[in-house]
C-alpha cells in the first residue's frame, strides 16, 4: 500500500517529529518502499501461530522476574539533571502547558 | 604487540615485558596515526584511559591481576560510560555524559581493562555501514573508499587496523557479525539474554544483544568471560551459572555435524564469498565433521519480519528522547507540542526517523494486528525453522554477508537494498540465536569474506571451538588491513 499526504501527517504528529513540506516528497517515497517490503507478509498463512514477543518463547522456559517493590535506589537527582536541557530548583523546564 | 592476541599481551604484562601504561600508549598512538584517515573513534580520553593504565599496573604490583587487567578495550559508542561522553552516533546525544555506567562497561572495569575510547556507530545502530553516524561515515581499513559494515563499524574498523586489539559491540539485526565480516575481523552475537543490556541505549528490547569483536576466537573467548553475567537491572538478563567460554576452544571436530541450510547458498551470493565459504567447510569436512544440507524454509521472511519488529520497538524506545530529560533541544518553538516535534526532527537522522516512523505506523490504530501481530506470528515460523534444524546438526555454517565490504554511498539512499544485504545475520537474534562471523578469505580485489557460524541456544563455546579450531589452521584473521599496515 501507498501512504497519502494525510497518513503521513497522522504518523509524524503521532512520532512527535516534524516533516517540512519540502521533506515530504521523499520522506513518503521511501517510506512506501519499505511498505512494500513489510507488505510481503500479508501472503503468509500465520492460521494457529502465536505471536513471539520474546526470542526465547517456545524453546526456553521464559518468565518475567519481579523484584520486590522496594527502594533500590539512592537519590542522585542532581547528577541527572546535569545533562537536562533545563532545569531548576530539581524541576526540569518545559514550555507553559496550562494558561 | 600491535597484532598480538590478548592472551599475548596479557602474557607480556604478567612477564614484566611491557605496563598496562605503555600498551596502552601504543595503542593511543596508533589511533593518533590512523584514525584521521578511518574515523573509527568519536571520543577518546588519552589522560582517562592512561589513568586507567595507572590503576592497572598498580593492581598488577599488588598480585591482585587477572586476564585482562591492562589490556585495552574499546567500547561500542552504544555503552553507558560515566567517564566518556556518550553520543550512541547521534547528535541527539552529541553532548551527553551518562551519570552512570552500562553493566559490561563495569565488568570490564572490575577486570582491569582500559577504555581505549568510545567507537564510531551508525545512529543509535540503525545501519548496515556506518554511514547513518552523525560523526561522519567510518572507512574500511582494507579499502578506504568503502564501508566497514554496521552498526559496530567503529568497533570492527578499529580492531581491523589493530588501533585496539579488541572491542564491544552491539548486534540486533548483524550489527556485530556483519562489520566484523566486511572488516575481516571476529565478532560475537550471543545468546539473547546472557550479556546485560543495562546501560546499552536501547534500540530494538527483544533483538538487542551485546558482544564482543576481536582478532580471534580465543579473544572472543576471553572476553565474553567477562563480559557475560546475570545483571538483576535488565529484565531478560538470564539467571544462569557462570560459564568458560574458552573450555571447548580444543572441540573435537570428528563427527561434528555442521548444517549447510540451502537457502543461504542460493542467488545473490557473490560467487567470491560463496567460493571462500565452500571452502572453509570443505575445511572442516576434512577434520571429519559431518555436512548435513539442511533447509530454513522462511529465510526470505526475516527481512520483512525485521523491519515491522525493530521499527516498532525502536519507535518505543525513542520516545524518551524528548528534549526535557537529556540530550538536544530544539532552539526555537512556540509551545510544548513544537518543542517536541523540533527537537527529534533535529535530533535524529534520516534513518532513525524513517524507522521511528515506520514504527509508529504499524503500531498504530487498524494497522497493528495486520502487520505487527502477523510479523510476531512469523517471527516463530523462523524460530521454528532453526528448532527443527538444530535436531538434526550441532551447527550452522554460511555466509555472515552476500557480498564483501561495498563502496560509500553504494546504498545509501536505497534503504531496501540496504537492508536486503543483512539477509543472512538478520534470522539469528529473530530466534534469539547466538551466531558469530570469523575471516575465512579474501575476494578477487583483497577484500575479507566472512564466515558464519550459529548455534543452538548458549552454544557459545562450542561455536568458539569450531571457530578456534578453523584459526589454528588458517591465518586471515591475523593478515593486516592494506590501508593500515604494521
Not at chain 2, 605503555?22 to 593511543?28: A, I, K, Q, Y
Amino acid at each position: 500500500m501507498s501512504l497519502t499526504p494525510d497518513q503521513l501527517r497522522r504518523i509524524a504528529l503521532l512520532a512527535r517529529i516534524e516533516v517540512s513540506d519540502a521533506e515530504q516528497r521523499g520522506v513518503t517515497e521511501r517510506l512506501n518502499a519499505v511498505l512494500g517490503l513489510i507488505d510481503q507478509l500479508q501472503a503468509v498463512d500465520t492460521r494457529g501461530i502465536e505471536p513471539m514477543s520474546h526470542p526465547l518463547d517456545g524453546r526456553l522456559p521464559v518468565r518475567q522476574r519481579l523484584r520486590a517493590d522496594e527502594v533500590t535506589e539512592a537519590d542522585r537527582r542532581e547528577a541527572y539533571q546535569k545533562g537536562a536541557p533545563a532545569a531548576e530548583k530539581g524541576l526540569y523546564l518545559v514550555p507553559k502547558v496550562i494558561e | 604487540m600491535l597484532n598480538s592476541t590478548l592472551s599475548a599481551l596479557g602474557a607480556a604484562l604478567a612477564a614484566k615485558q611491557v605496563s598496562a601504561v605503555e600498551l596502552t600508549g601504543l595503542f593511543l598512538a596508533r589511533i593518533r596515526a590512523l584514525d584521521g584517515k578511518l574515523n573509527a573513534f568519536i571520543t577518546v580520553d588519552e589522560e582517562h584511559s592512561l589513568a586507567q593504565a595507572r590503576v592497572a599496573d598498580e593492581r598488577r604490583s599488588h598480585g591482585a591481576a587477572g586476564p585482562l587487567t591492562g589490556i585495552p578495550v574499546a567500547h561500542k559508542d552504544i555503552y553507558c560510560t560515566r567517564g566518556l561522553r556518550t553520543t550512541c552516533g547521534s547528535r541527539m546525544l552529541a553532548a551527553y555524559t551518562s551519570p552512570y555506567d552500562a553493566h559490561v562497561i563495569e565488568r570490564f572495569d572490575a577486570a582491569g581493562a582500559i577504555q581505549l575510547g568510545k567507537t564510531n556507530m551508525d545512529e543509535f545502530a540503525m545501519g548496515s555501514s556506518n554511514e547513518t553516524s552523525h560523526f561522519g561515515p567510518v572507512r574500511n581499513p582494507w579499502d578506504t573508499a568503502r564501508v566497514p559494515g554496521g552498526s559496530s563499524g567503529g568497533s570492527a574498523a578499529a580492531v581491523a587496523a589493530r588501533m585496539a586489539p579488541a572491542a564491544t559491540g552491539t548486534d540486533t539485526g548483524g550489527s556485530i557479525r556483519q562489520p566484523a565480516a566486511l572488516s575481516g575481523v571476529s565478532g560475537l552475537k550471543p545468546t539473547y539474554g546472557v550479556v546485560s543490556r543495562y546501560g546499552m541505549i536501547a534500540f530494538a528490547s527483544s533483538l538487542d544483544q551485546g558482544g564482543p569483536l576481536a582478532k580471534s576466537a580465543a579473544d572472543l573467548a576471553l572476553l565474553m568471560n567477562t563480559m557475560a553475567g546475570f545483571d538483576a537491572r535488565d529484565s531478560t538478563s538470564l539467571e544462569r551459572p557462570a560459564e568458560d567460554y574458552g573450555r571447548e576452544l580444543n572441540l573435537n571436530l570428528a563427527g561434528l555435524r555442521i548444517g549447510l541450510p540451502k537457502e543461504y547458498f542460493g542467488d545473490g551470493l557473490e560467487p567470491d564469498v560463496r567460493a571462500c565459504v565452500r571452502e572453509a567447510t570443505r575445511w572442516f569436512e576434512g577434520q571429519g565433521a559431518k555436512m548435513i544440507e539442511i533447509t530454513l524454509p522462511n529465510t526470505a521472511l526475516a527481512v520483512p519480519v525485521y523491519y515491522v519488529i525493530a521499527p516498532a520497538e525502536a519507535s518505543s524506545n525513542l520516545s524518551r528522547f524528548d528534549g526535557v530529560r537529556y540530550g538536544h533541544r530544539a532552539g526555537e518553538y512556540a509551545d510544548l507540542a513544537e518543542m517536541y516535534r523540533r527537537t527529534r526532527a533535529e535530533g535524529f537522522g534520516t534513518e532513525v526517523k524513517r524507522r521511528i516512523l515506520i514504527g509508529t505506523y504499524v503500531l498504530s490504530h487498524g494497522y497493528y494486528d495486520a502487520y505487527y501481530l502477523q510479523a510476531q506470528r512469523a517471527r516463530r515460523l523462523i524460530a521454528k525453522d532453526f528448532a527443527e534444524a538444530f535436531a538434526r546438526c550441532d551447527l550452522i555454517m554460511g555466509p555472515t554477508s552476500p557480498t564483501t565490504a561495498f563502496a560509500l554511498g553504494a546504498k545509501a539512499d536505497d534503504p531496501v537494498q540496504m537492508y536486503l544485504n543483512d539477509i543472512f545475520t538478520i534470522p539469528a537474534p529473530l530466534a534469539g540465536l547466538p551466531g558469530l562471523s570469523i575471516p575465512c578469505g579474501f575476494d578477487a580485489t583483497g577484500l575479507p569474506v566472512g564466515l558464519q557460524i550459529m548455534g543452538d541456544y548458549f552454544a557459545e563455546a562450542k561455536m568458539l571451538g569450531a571457530a578456534h579450531r578453523y584459526q589454528q589452521a588458517t591465518d586471515w584473521h591475523l593478515r593486516a588491513a592494506r590501508e593500515a599496515p604494521l
